[in-house]
Each structure stands twice: as structure tokens, then as C-alpha cells.
């Protein structure tokens, strides 16, 4: 059996290989998923076809639009990452053996019934060492997805992350402040992102403070700060606290030219659609107090890409905007 730290030496290997900027949520969400499944007690190795489905719904709702398509990609190539520490497959010889990138495609790991899982003494740390599974799921969360979205997956996956405290204390203190760090982030940001956009939420408008102290109201990264995205004002939004979210689940984004709310197709607002949410689509956000806050195109080009739900909503003409 291996020890916590060397596990979470283990699971750090895939952070390290994510490159700045390039966002992926396959391995995070596979890992999540199998984790979940150790949590409750199940069977180590799982035939891909009985985790196609909850995979599937995982990628497209916390992924970008095509993200659900090459779902079985983390499934072969995790155990080609860090020479197979985290990731062991089972089956038929003869698709085992293939090269690393000859990924089979949904069909032939169907009709092979290829099974995958932890290795062993990963899977037998996991379920033994108290709090570790939660540790590490921790550790996972914090490493792919921002704060907004990471209490959906958990309740997706149906993941208890309580006794973490205790595998924290057993660890050596430079390990735990490892972990302490991964979260720091430049304070100034949220204050000078809500100050650009005078405390308001830039789609809706929300400005309630309470007191002198302005409430539901956060400073979005654009692009995410866990993946390279700088603490400055052009990759800032001021949203409230439901748009932030819907912001982070690529329900909408901004487009770069005259700075217009753009909703997915995939976000759909029933009988409250035009008095609802997506009385915003088509809006230009409410503007920062100076040009040079406005949010930067790279940024933006980057959250079109590996956040928002493609494809768009149709564009609003220019008249009918006008008109509402
Ligand atoms: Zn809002």
C-alpha cells in the first residue's frame, strides 16, 4: 500500500502535465468519478460502458461544448500518464497492447468490455488511510475548477468530502502548506474588478450592499485564474453571485467587440425566458469606468473556447436591441 504522500505525489504528476491556458476536464471528472466509486465501496475496476453515462453527463454539464464526444480519451491515456501510476486497464490482449495514441473509439471499448481503475495499492490507500480519498478529490477540485462550480460536481457525484481535516493533520507541515497555497490569490483583485464596474454586477445590474458592504457581488476571472489567468481588471468581470455561476458554466459569455452578453443554446430559461435570464442576451455589459478596464480579447477568446456552451444563441439585431 502506498503512502498518503506518495499518492498525492501520484495524482500531482497529471497537475504538473497541464499545460498553462489548456483547460481539459476529462481526467479531472474520470478521476472524480472513480473516486466516488471507491468512496461507496465498489468493485476497483469498472467496464467503461457502466461509467459511459454519468461520465457523459459530467463532461457536458461542467465541460465546454464538445467536451461529452471524446469522453473515453481519459479512460485510455491516464494510464499512459506518469507510467501507469494512476490508471490500470483490463481486457483483451490484443487492445491493451496497442500504442498509447491509437485510442479505441466508445464502440470497441464497449464491445471489449475494457475495465479500468486505481492500481492496486493507490486504490488500497484510498479506501484505507482515513481522509485521504477526500484529500486528494480536494486537491483535484481545487487544481481544475474554479470555486463556483466546485459544489455541483461533488453533489453530482454523490462525493462525501468531510474528514479531510484528519489525513491534513497526519501529513508533514510542508505537504499541508502546499496544499494551503494552491489557493492563494492576489487579494487586490476582487476589490479592484468591483471597483471598475462601481460595485455592480455588469450583466443585471445587482448592486445590494448591506450597509456599506457590497453583497452577492464577486469578481469573475475570465479566463481562470487556476489555469494561467492573471489577477488584472481586463480578465475581470464584476458578476453577482448567479451569474458568476452561470458565467462559469458557460451559460453565457462576453463577446470581444462591442462587449455583448451572448447566451448558449444550450441554456434554456422556460416561460421566464424574455423576463427572465435571457432578457441579457444580446446586451452590452454595463461598462467599467475606464477604457482600459474593458475585458481583454485574448481573455475572452480563451473563455469562448474552453468555458462557454457552444453553439450561441442567435444574434439580437441591432434594432430590436435598441428597442427593448
Ligand atoms: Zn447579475
Given at each position: 500500500m502506498?503512502s498518503?504522500?506518495?499518492?498525492l505525489d501520484?495524482?500531482?504528476?497529471?497537475?504538473r502535465?497541464?499545460r498553462?491556458g489548456?483547460?481539459?476536464?476529462?481526467k479531472?471528472l474520470?478521476?472524480l468519478?472513480a473516486?466516488?466509486?471507491?468512496q461507496?465501496?465498489?468493485?476497483?475496476?469498472?467496464?467503461f460502458m457502466?461509467?459511459?453515462?454519468?461520465?457523459?453527463?459530467l463532461?457536458?454539464?461542467?465541460?465546454?461544448?464538445?467536451?461529452a464526444k471524446s469522453?473515453?480519451?481519459?479512460?485510455?491515456?491516464l494510464a499512459?500518464?506518469?507510467?501507469?501510476?494512476?490508471?490500470?486497464l483490463?481486457?483483451?490482449?490484443?487492445?491493451?497492447k496497442?500504442p498509447?495514441g491509437a485510442?479505441?473509439?466508445l464502440?470497441?471499448l464497449r464491445v471489449?468490455?475494457?475495465?479500468g481503475g486505481?492500481?492496486?495499492?493507490?486504490?488500497?490507500?484510498?479506501r484505507?488511510?482515513?481522509?485521504?480519498?477526500?484529500a486528494?478529490?480536494?486537491?483535484?477540485?481545487d487544481?481544475y475548477?474554479?470555486?463556483t462550480?466546485?459544489?455541483d460536481i461533488?453533489?453530482?457525484?454523490?462525493l462525501d468530502?468531510?474528514g479531510?481535516?484528519e489525513v491534513?493533520?497526519?501529513?508533514?507541515?510542508?505537504t499541508?502548506d502546499?496544499?494551503?497555497q494552491?489557493?492563494?490569490r492576489?487579494?487586490?483583485f476582487?476589490?479592484?474588478v468591483?471597483?471598475?464596474?462601481e460595485?455592480?454586477c455588469c450583466?443585471?445590474g445587482?448592486d445590494?450592499r448591506?450597509?456599506?458592504?457590497?453583497?452577492g457581488l464577486?469578481a469573475a476571472?475570465?479566463q481562470w485564474?487556476h489555469?494561467?489567468?492573471p489577477?488584472?481588471?481586463?480578465?475581470?468581470l464584476?458578476?453577482?453571485?448567479?451569474?458568476?455561476k452561470?458565467?462559469?458554466l458557460?451559460a453565457?459569455?462576453?463577446?470581444p467587440?462591442?462587449?455583448?452578453v451572448v447566451?448558449?443554446q444550450?441554456?434554456i430559461?422556460g416561460g421566464r425566458?424574455i423576463a427572465?435570464?435571457?432578457?441579457?442576451?444580446g446586451?452590452?455589459i454595463?461598462?467599467?469606468?475606464?477604457a482600459?478596464?474593458?475585458?481583454?480579447p485574448?481573455?475572452?477568446?480563451w473563455?469562448?473556447?474552453?468555458v462557454?456552451?457552444?453553439?450561441?444563441?442567435?444574434?439580437?439585431?441591432?434594432t430590436?436591441?435598441?428597442?427593448?
Amino acid at each position: 500500500m502506498k503512502s498518503a504522500i506518495e499518492v498525492l505525489d501520484a495524482f500531482e504528476n497529471i497537475r504538473r502535465a497541464q499545460r498553462a491556458g489548456v483547460y481539459a476536464p476529462h481526467k479531472p471528472l474520470l478521476i472524480l468519478l472513480a473516486m466516488a466509486r471507491v468512496q461507496r465501496g465498489e468493485p476497483r475496476l469498472v467496464a467503461f460502458m457502466d461509467i459511459d453515462e454519468p461520465l457523459k453527463q459530467l463532461l457536458a454539464e461542467f465541460g465546454p461544448s464538445s467536451a461529452a464526444k471524446s469522453r473515453h480519451y481519459p479512460f485510455w491515456h491516464l494510464a499512459t500518464d506518469g507510467s501507469g501510476a494512476l490508471w490500470e486497464l483490463s481486457g483483451p490482449r490484443e487492445v491493451l497492447k496497442r500504442p498509447a495514441g491509437a485510442t479505441p473509439s466508445l464502440t470497441e471499448l464497449r464491445v471489449h468490455r475494457i475495465r479500468g481503475g486505481f492500481p492496486i495499492d493507490i486504490d488500497d490507500a484510498l479506501r484505507r488511510v482515513p481522509g485521504l480519498l477526500q484529500a486528494v478529490a480536494s486537491r483535484v477540485l481545487d487544481t481544475y475548477f474554479p470555486l463556483t462550480l466546485q459544489g455541483d460536481i461533488v453533489a453530482s457525484l454523490g462525493l462525501d468530502l468531510n474528514g479531510q481535516r484528519e489525513v491534513r493533520e497526519a501529513m508533514p507541515l510542508t505537504t499541508v502548506d502546499a496544499i494551503g497555497q494552491r489557493r492563494h490569490r492576489n487579494p487586490g483583485f476582487r476589490e479592484r474588478v468591483l471597483r471598475a464596474y462601481e460595485y455592480r454586477c455588469c450583466v443585471c445590474g445587482f448592486d445590494l450592499r448591506i450597509g456599506l458592504t457590497p453583497a452577492g457581488l464577486e469578481a469573475a476571472h475570465i479566463q481562470w485564474h487556476h489555469v494561467g489567468g492573471p489577477d488584472i481588471e481586463p480578465n475581470g468581470l464584476s458578476l453577482c453571485s448567479l451569474h458568476h455561476k452561470l458565467f462559469d458554466l458557460g451559460a453565457f459569455t462576453v463577446e470581444p467587440s462591442e462587449h455583448r452578453v451572448v447566451f448558449s443554446q444550450h441554456a434554456i430559461s422556460g416561460g421566464r425566458g424574455i423576463a427572465g435570464e435571457l432578457q441579457f442576451h444580446g446586451r452590452a455589459i454595463h461598462p467599467p469606468q475606464h477604457a482600459d478596464l474593458l475585458p481583454a480579447p485574448e481573455f475572452l477568446a480563451w473563455n469562448l473556447k474552453n468555458v462557454f456552451k457552444a453553439p450561441a444563441r442567435q444574434a439580437v439585431p441591432a434594432t430590436a436591441r435598441a428597442a427593448r
